[in-house]
Nanobody, 119 residues
Framework: VQLQASGGGLVQPGGSLRLSCVAS????????MGWYRQVPGKQRELVAAITSGGSTNYADSVKGRFTISRDNAKNTVYLQMNSLKPEDTAVYFC??????????????WGQGTLVTVSS
């Protein structure tokens, strides 16, 4: 199983970016997909998560600015980030809580994509 994230880059404050993450391989089902972020010297933190049924959870710091969505048929999760602030600068990692068989499950991580918000 692999998670491939894309969409990071450099953006000015107030701008927007859209991150994507595709899960591939031998996948039976995916319960939760999410985005985390990490800056040097700090712990990785949850940004947003979404269940297969569409229930969402957001960090307080991104509520109203970020929107998480997913395409279950494509095993893909998206993060639309609007009104970006310099404090959103971080490496963003996608995560999937998935099962490879009915009886075997684990959490998987993508490789991380850098988002830099700066003028």
């Amino acid at each position: 199983v692999q998670l491939q994230a894309s969409g990071g880059g450099l953006v000015q404050p107030g701008g927007s970016l859209r991150l994507s993450c595709v899960a591939s391989g031998s996948i039976f089902s995916i319960a939760v997909m999410g985005w985390y972020r990490q800056v040097p010297g700090k712990q990785r933190e949850l940004v947003a998560a979404i269940t297969s049924g569409g229930s969402t959870n957001y960090a307080d710091s991104v509520k109203g600015r970020f929107t998480i969505s997913r395409d279950n048929a494509k095993n893909t999760v998206y993060l639309q980030m609007n009104s970006l602030k310099p404090e959103d600068t971080a490496v963003y990692f996608c995560n999937a809580d998935l099962r490879t068989t009915l009886w075997r499950g684990s959490a998987y991580w993508g490789q991380g994509t850098l988002v830099t918000v700066s003028s």
